[in-house]
């Protein structure tokens, strides 16, 4: 290989089988050199499996892993350059903090001199704000400390991608914003790609360069989060990276009308005619306070339940002859909020209404 | 403040600890006491014992210096040789035969223990006896061997004796060994060798550690196998003991090596357990 890959991590339609269990069926993804991408599906759709193959821990049915364009079949975690969070740490227990740290640095052959070795440790955990803590016990450490305790342990190794299997769901609230700001700016930082598994749809969006999400062992988008966000392309990756209002209905011939149930018709931008299942975000609607017009377009309804989200206020609005509604307003359109059982008219842009065939 | 639930607690404590405390009272301390009195005593005339306070029966110890020569070093070396064997079949079991033979595995191990030591050791004599190993051996021309009654045949009998008893708690701590921290050393370029010295090793040697010392304490009052197999040649304490209190009746000097015996075992104990911690790093050492 004479130029330098793109890509850090590559798979090569790979498939991954544990007896009858389909993990992982024939993907094909590109990681590119120096991103921020997160893996994001719901539990068991093969997220950790597609980590362990790239560590090296499972190797796969079929296909093939690259990383740094060289295929990895066959070859050991310990010869791969790549290092792991896992996702309960697995510290070891019976040593300390530096030597949990220093563990890499001290199986590299040719050895690195001791005195590098200490110097690397102690830069690594100063790295991770830890740097009173090379003495203590593992097990002496909180879950957050322990959690940077994990990721200095692998980023001391200056690995070309960083695997983090749900590093952060472990930890409470507050401190995992805190971790998702600090992991943003060490990747910035050390400029080594990171490849960060989670479940969770608001880490993966505000995280990432990119967002890869995988539904049942394969992966349905991966793309930027403002693309993933704003233009799923499917109902599932729609439903799975944010909240959602269903419509179901038939787009008529022409391809700009949607008829629902009911027989109200909604604009939408150029479809397919055929029957669709369409989506709506709950802060694409705006929400008028007063009886509804009696336009075909217009959706009246009566306000069940208003829920304060601290910078946002969202309303649960039954529909006339629809079903609920979500709807979010950011506060300063909510200054006069409106009050459950109030009457209101929502409204929404043709090109929020996101139409997936059904 | 001594609530009236606190002190029902206690009370409640006390009562399921008493059997327990009981037992130890009637069956260890007090037989311990009895033997210490005994050690400071005299024999009586016609054997038995006499009341006294004299420690004529310790400064008589060098007599049994062979018995306790033996105790001292073929105990701990055989429970390091139980450990040699053991290791390689416990790491086996709880890493890699499959979980769904695993059962079978262990019970293969533990069955052999449900007929009597006795018997087979037994088995070992006419194995190591002149017309067993030995015979087949010269068959093929080597020259004409003795293997009863030699420190190596009662090492044989003690490694095959408590060879389960060291398996089992080095199995269990290797059974619980989280499989992840392997993957982690892995991960971190720990070679397979590295990462069992740096990590499977240690995280194993509380395992280890009782083992050991659960052989070694055994051994050190081990009387059947070194009766059969050694013979008369090679003695242990516990033969001595025998001797003493069922043949030659000397009780207050049986009581004195019983009690240096206690004692030794007491230090060897303590000195273990020390290192084992600081080798495990951890304050706590499971017994099993
Ligand atoms: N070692 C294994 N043996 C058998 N099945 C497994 C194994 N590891 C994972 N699986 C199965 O593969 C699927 C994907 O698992 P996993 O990759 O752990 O999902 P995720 O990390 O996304 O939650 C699940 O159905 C899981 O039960
Ligand atoms: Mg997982």
Redesign the interface.
Known sequence: MTAAAVNDIEFRSVSKRYGEVLAVSGIDVAVPKGAFVALLGPSGCGKTTCLRMI???EQPSEGTVLIDGQPMNGV???RRP???V???Y??????DVEANVS??LR??RPRIERREVAKRTAQALELVRLGGFAKR?VHEMSGGQQQRVALA??IV?RPAVLLLDEPLAALDRKLRTAMQIELQSLQRELGITFLLVTHDQEEALSMSDYVCVMNAGQIVQMAPPQEVYDRPRTLFVADFVGKTNRLSGTVEAGGTTLRLGDGRALPVVAQTPGAVTAVLRPEAIRLDRGECSERMDALGGTVTHRIFLGNAVEYAVAIDGLGEMLVTADRSAARDPAEPGERVNLSFKPESLLVFPA | MATRAGTRHRFVTAALAAPAALWMLVFLVLPFVAMLVFAFGRRAPEGGYLPGFTFEQFLNLPARAAAFGNTLMLAPAGALLCLLVAYPVAYYLAVKAAPRHRLVLVSLIVVPFWTSLLVRTYAWMYILGSRGLPNLLSTIGLPDLRMLNTPGAVLVGIVYGYLPLMIMPIYVSLEKLDRRLLDASADLGARPVSTFLGITLPLSLPGVMTGVALVTILLLGEYLIPQLLGGGKVFFIGNALVDLFLQSRNWPFGSAIAVTLVLVVVVVLTVAMRIAWRFAGTRRVDLV
């Open positions: 560590g090296g821990f050991p975690p310990y790549v290092n792991m896992f996702q309960h697995a510290l070891f227990p019976h040593l563990y890499g199986q590299r016990r342990r692998a190794n």
